[in-house]
């Protein structure tokens, strides 16, 4: 259930800030603080208000004859402000500043398009041709050359994310009426360019993105008055050619009869988005409008007309709507609440009532059991409802059986189509709604694309493959057969992310994935896109001779890192830690093997699997295992920076792990002589250095109860010494 609350008018605006396309404001930004925003005119102003006193906090112009041409955002770190005028000069102050002429200036080579300032990556600047800075490297030599990626193309809008440590940015060109889709990970030094699919006769006016769990969601307001989805899994093939993203419809903007003619919007949750545009209704005027929209159940849940006429832009910040009425800007507030059917028609769901499963295993049934299982399934469940339940539950065991036969029809149908065909129909099929059997679809879809890969050995979908897993809550047992034939095809990315999210992997898998892990090589791991989320944090990492360190100091120490990790031999590939030891491995590498050390398993069926890894891969695997432990001492917490980086006690279960099962092989080895005699030095340092704490909190408890039995009417100098 989502409400419009309470307006009010926080300023006036310019003769540039009237109504129509074309007028209103350049931007409207987030303030340096909370309950503040930065408000860009289309001449040579910028404004910070304090939104609810309504006052104007500063206000910064240039002087006569130059135009702001990108919103003044603020650096969240520095708490500077950061504006480009005329296209190419650049702009820092802070709020004591006032003339703008005497802060610092720069002179850029390009023309910027927009600078996006992330709270936790600092601001981030896009050019016009397509490249991309962080204000730091900019900085240090504002001249340098920007190279001009889209060469014919226009950006027509563009967005910065935070993931994890890296920060992600997403633009969106056109070029004779074709729509493209870049997407940057600036730590990683990498660019993805896709097309956006064609829509007949409408195109994208609007655009607006989140991202979440690796996957980017762009939604899309087409001149067919409708809203599109478009998902864009953020790990990708770097060698892979230009591809075709493909929409499906998240909401028609349609209700008893009245359209809505969008021409801005914003994501609210997961399920409202709210549109600014013209509602009309067959024979009468348009009206324009502010609306709110459940995408979930495709209703409009509220809405407000605007008599004066707006500008077309909407911007929303800290549950509130910014938009231009008339010649002022106007704030509405408004309030979401989780979306329920059963809430919205007074028919709560009973919760001892069981929910009906739609888990089957697709191992042991074939096409036809596939039907009567989920028959078998809801009859279960029918036997245990109420008779007004019974009703209700027979036409949803209706509508099931229809959708399933379907699914089968059309998978034995597209058994012998042509690659584009059949992938292009299990995309539609996937796109569709959610609906009971909806983890069947994607249990044979999965089905099918496994097995046409097992008859065409040549035919591998992998990008399809990671899209699924990536978007869809999947596990083992629904699709065991994915992981074998990504072993098969050496995809050590898909392996990976199944690692990280797939929590029933048997130990049989995982001692696979761990020795395709060790034995596969520096040199192809390179040109893979590995997540490297989980080692960036504390592995320096250098792309094209520029070295992007990213090692977290703590208490004043940081460690010195000095070693190329992408030489090819692996006494090169080390990475040089406090105490003198390397990382044995590369980024790549080391990302893989920490996906291994997050897995599940369980000692009594992992063990017999962890002696037959072959001697050299065992030293390695304890090389890295080591280097891990010692990196973890080396910070006060114990704990590694960065998102899924294993913990000690993952580190020293594995370790003893190995240890147990390679315990032969390791003493007998002259490689592993060195090694293990330096990880008993070390474990032994670390035995003493905690039995020394040990020591030492019990004389502090001594000394906490001798001064609890001091008497405090008398006066006494004690004197302590501690040896």
């Not at 500077?80 to 190419?88: G, P, R, S």
């Amino acid at each position: 259930m989502a409400a419009l609350c309470e307006s009010f008018t926080l300023c006036g605006l310019g003769p540039s800030g009237g109504v129509g396309l074309g007028g209103g404001l350049l931007a409207l930004q987030p303030g340096p603080d909370p309950d503040h925003v930065l408000l860009t005119d289309r001449g040579r102003t910028a404004t910070l208000f304090k939104v609810s006193d309504q006052k104007p906090l500063g206000c910064w112009s240039v002087k006569h004859g130059q135009i702001i041409t990108c919103p003044v955002v603020c650096n969240f770190e520095t708490h500077e402000y950061i504006a480009v005028h005329d296209d190419k000069v650049l702009r820092i102050w802070k709020n004591k500043d006032i003339n703008l002429d005497k802060v610092f200036k720069a002179t850029l080579s390009a023309d910027v398009y927009r600078i996006h300032s992330l709270p936790n990556g600092g601001p981030v600047v896009l050019f016009k041709g397509g490249g991309v800075r962080t204000l730091d490297v900019l900085l240090e030599a504002p001249q340098q050359e920007i190279e001009n990626i889209i060469s014919d193309e226009v950006i027509k809008w563009s967005e910065a994310f935070m993931e994890g440590q890296q920060p992600v940015l997403i633009f969106t060109t056109e070029k004779d009426g074709d729509f493209f889709v870049y997407v940057q990970k600036l730590k990683m030094n990498s660019l993805h360019k896709y097309k956006l699919e064609q829509q007949e006769l409408s195109k994208p006016l609007s655009f607006t993105a989140y991202i979440k769990n690796q996957i980017i969601t762009l939604l899309c307001l087409y001149s067919n008055d409708s809203v599109y989805k478009v998902l864009i899994p953020l790990q990708q093939n770097t060698e892979e050619e230009e591809q075709i993203l493909s929409k499906s419809l998240l909401l028609n903007l349609s209700v008893s009869g009245s359209v809505l003619k969008g021409t801005s919007f914003v994501v609210l949750d997961k399920d409202h988005v709210a549109v600014l545009g013209s509602l009309a209704a067959s024979g009468e005027e348009s009206k324009e409008c502010l609306t709110i929209w459940n995408t979930k159940f495709q209703t409009l849940q509220t809405s407000k007309e605007l008599p004066l006429g707006t500008s077309g832009q909407l911007w929303c910040y800290e549950e509130k709507f910014f938009f231009t009425h008339g010649k002022v800007l106007t704030v509405i507030m408004y309030k979401c609440e989780t979306s329920s059917l059963a809430a919205a028609v007074g028919k709560l769901k009973d919760s001892q009532t069981p929910d009906v499963s739609s888990f089957v295993n697709w191992n042991t049934l074939g096409d036809e059991e596939l039907v009567v299982s989920f028959q078998s399934q809801q009859s279960v469940a029918l036997k245990s409802e109420s008779k007004m339940t019974l009703r209700s539950k027979k036409n949803t065991v209706a509508k099931v059986q229809p959708d399933t036969l379907s699914v089968r029809q059309l998978l034995l149908n597209l058994k012998d189509a042509s690659t584009t065909a059949f992938e292009d129909e299990l995309r539609q099929l996937m796109s569709k709604a959610q609906m009971p059997d909806f983890q069947a679809t994607i249990g044979c879809v999965i089905t099918a694309l496994i097995n046409r890969c097992k008859t065409n050995p040549k035919y591998y979908p992998r990008n399809f493959l990671l899209q699924i897993v990536q978007t869809r809550d999947l596990s083992y047992s629904l699709c065991p057969d994915l992981m074998a034939v990504a072993l098969e095809k050496k995809d050590v990315h898909l392996l990976q992310i199944c690692l990280q999210r797939f929590p029933d992997i048997p130990e049989e898998i995982t001692y696979a994935c761990l020795k395709v892990f060790l034995s596969i090589s520096e040199a192809y791991l390179q040109r893979i896109d590995v997540n490297l989320e989980s080692v960036i944090c504390y592995i320096d990492i250098e792309f094209n001779n520029k070295e992007v360190k990213t090692e977290i100091v703590e208490n004043g120490f940081s460690a010195e890192l000095e070693q190329d990790i992408w030489d090819t031999k692996i006494t090169k590939e080390t990475h040089l830690t406090s105490d003198g030891e390397f990382c044995p491995v590369g980024p790549q590498k080391a990302a893989l093997l920490n996906a291994v050390l997050h897995s599940a398993y369980s000692e009594t069926f992992l063990l017999p699997h962890l002696k037959n890894l072959p001697a050299q891969q065992a030293v390695l695997f304890l090389r890295y295992l080591y280097y891990l432990y010692v990196k973890c001492s080396e910070k006060i917490n114990t704990t590694l920076p960065g998102i899924r980086s294993p913990t000690i006690n993952q580190i020293m279960d594995w370790m003893c792990l190995l240890l147990d099962a390679q315990f032969t092989v390791m003493v007998m080895l002259p490689e592993a002589k060195e090694l293990l005699s330096n990880l008993h030095k070390f474990v032994r340092a670390q035995v003493r250095f905690y039995s020394e704490l040990n020591k030492i909190e019990g004389s502090l408890r001594e000394l906490q109860r001798l001064n609890h039995q001091k008497d405090s009417q008398t006066y006494s100098i004690e004197v302590l010494e501690l040896i």
